[in-house]
């Protein structure tokens, strides 16, 4: 059964940083793309970031040069290194993967960006 674990939400300032983390089991992790998705309040999820298997890179343009992914293989677990935050980036984060056609959700982490 895939088993997705988001850690390391929190409060922070505004230009402050956070690092998420996307705990993965149930799956051969390294096989598979890992992406990260954000809810703001009142908002429809939105795409943030993805990492392919081969650790290719992609981003939303609002994040683009603040957010790094990063993905460990031996530790079964994705990251979300966010730097220079911003309030607008206030939401819940949630981890994500598709197999075999199959989406699969972490329960997600909040992050709140105020002063």
């Known amino acids: 059964q895939v088993q997705l674990v988001e850690s390391g939400g929190g409060l922070v300032q505004p230009g402050g940083s956070l690092r998420l983390s996307c705990a993965a089991s149930g799956f051969t992790f390294s096989t598979y793309a890992m992406s990260w998705y954000r809810q703001a309040p009142g908002k429809e999820r939105a795409f943030v970031a993805r990492?392919?298997?081969?650790?290719?890179?992609n981003y939303a343009d609002s994040v683009k040069g603040r957010f790094t992914i990063s993905r460990d293989n031996a530790k079964n677990t994705a990251y979300l290194q966010m730097n220079s935050l911003k309030i607008e980036d206030t939401a819940v984060y949630y981890c994500y993967v598709t197999i075999r056609s199959r989406a699969s959700w972490g329960q997600g982490t909040q992050v709140t960006v105020s002063s």
């Open positions: 990492i392919s298997s081969r650790a290719t890179t």
